[in-house]
């Protein structure tokens, strides 16, 4: 069964970090590209990191540049979201995905690229 679980998901203040990670099963993590999807209440689901399958290419929406940094260990088939400087608006559950290759047209943002999904973690940031 193939599945993706994330975790690391916390109560944190504003200003703290937190370290996500989202490990696969039932198959190798090597050929697939892994996004970052959050999703608060109220709100559309919103991409917020992706690397490719190697790691060559990472990217990062806007809100969230400087602060997180997507990183992958495809010996131990887990894909890593270190998440600094957090803010109350980073509140939210998230989500890692699996896309086998790359996205199409190269759009990572996109949830509809994905095939596999977590259940996702909660993050919330508030004093």
């Known amino acids: 069964q193939l599945q993706l679980v994330e975790s690391g998901g916390d109560l944190v203040q504003p200003g703290g970090s937190l370290r996500l990670s989202c490990a696969a099963s039932?198959?190798?993590?090597?050929?697939?590209?892994i996004g970052w999807f959050r999703q608060a209440p109220g709100k559309e689901r919103e991409g917020v990191s992706y690397i490719s399958s190697r790691g060559f290419t990472i990217n990062y929406t806007d809100s969230v540049k400087g602060r997180f940094f997507i990183s992958r260990d495809n010996a131990k088939n887990t894909v890593y979201l270190q998440m600094n400087s957090l803010k109350p608006e980073d509140t939210a559950v998230y989500h890692c995905a699996a896309v086998m290759g790359i996205p199409r047209g190269n759009r990572w943002y996109r949830a509809s690229e994905y095939n596999y999904w977590g259940q996702g973690t909660q993050v919330t940031v508030s004093s």
């Open positions: 039932g198959f190798t993590l090597d050929y697939y590209a």
